[in-house]
């Protein structure tokens, strides 16, 4: 069973709309990370949030974590063809040792 | 820095050859990390050093795999012998110490076991 699920798995959407992407567990986190995957490469860290509550925005994308540092959310406004790519969370238990999520595979259409 | 190295990008090999899958971390990294990714299990966490020592292998699915680190520039994955199963793709990343840290990764050898 995965620590870490993700919702939706597939998202494809039309250029300009907003989504949300949802990160679960029944496990609390010292912190979680969101990381964004091309094809062909590995992750590359988006964020990291460490409190619970926090809320981090990096341009177009606004990123929760949950009072109770079990879950969190991505939230993308206006999403452009350039957003398109496979989203994983990651929480670590203790220390640097992060489990990922099962990732959302995000379309965005022109 | 270069990044994270790893090699080889593509590997194919029959059943029960030996498989070794090398990584080079990113200089002064003390955490080393081994995941491997497929589409029905997402990316798993299969063993973590940090100093060159493995800390949890937990995530080792059996015997037939096996990770090295005998420096801190230089970490192996072998897989011996090798099983169709064992198709996915492998990816290294290293941190530097400290708490929250970031994980930069390699980008990853596509093993593919026929």
């Known amino acids: 069973t995965q620590l870490l699920e993700q919702s939706p798995q597939f998202l494809s959407i039309q250029e300009g709309e907003n989504l949300t992407v949802y990160c679960n567990s029944s496990s609390v986190f010292s912190s979680l990370q969101w990381y964004r995957q091309e094809p062909g490469e590995g992750p590359v860290l988006l964020v990291t949030v460490v409190t619970g509550g926090e809320v981090k925005k990096l341009k177009r994308l606004t990123f929760q974590f949950g009072d109770a540092r079990k879950d969190s959310s991505l939230h993308i406004t206006a999403a452009q063809p350039g957003d398109t790519g496979l989203y994983l969370c990651a929480g670590a238990l203790t220390g640097n040792q992060f489990y990922f999520g099962t990732g959302t595979s995000l379309t965005v259409i022109p | 820095d270069a990044g994270v190295i790893q090699s080889p990008r593509h590997e194919v090999t029959e059943m029960g050859q030996e498989v070794t899958l090398r990584c080079k971390p990113i200089?002064?990294?003390?955490?080393l990390f081994w995941y491997r990714q497929t589409m029905m299990r997402g990316l798993e966490l299969l063993i973590y050093?940090?100093?060159?020592?493995?800390?949890?292998d937990s995530g080792m699915p059996e015997d037939r795999f096996s990770a090295k680190m005998p420096n801190a520039s230089f970490s192996t994955l072998k897989i011996q012998p090798s099983e169709p199963r064992d198709s996915a793709v492998y990816f290294c990343?290293?941190?530097?110490?400290?708490?929250?840290?970031?994980?930069?990764f390699g980008q990853g050898t596509r093993l593919t076991v026929v």
């Open positions: 200089s002064g990294h003390n955490s």
């Open positions: 050093f940090n100093n060159n020592v493995p800390i949890d």
């Open positions: 990343a290293s941190s530097p110490t400290g708490v929250f840290t970031e994980a930069f």
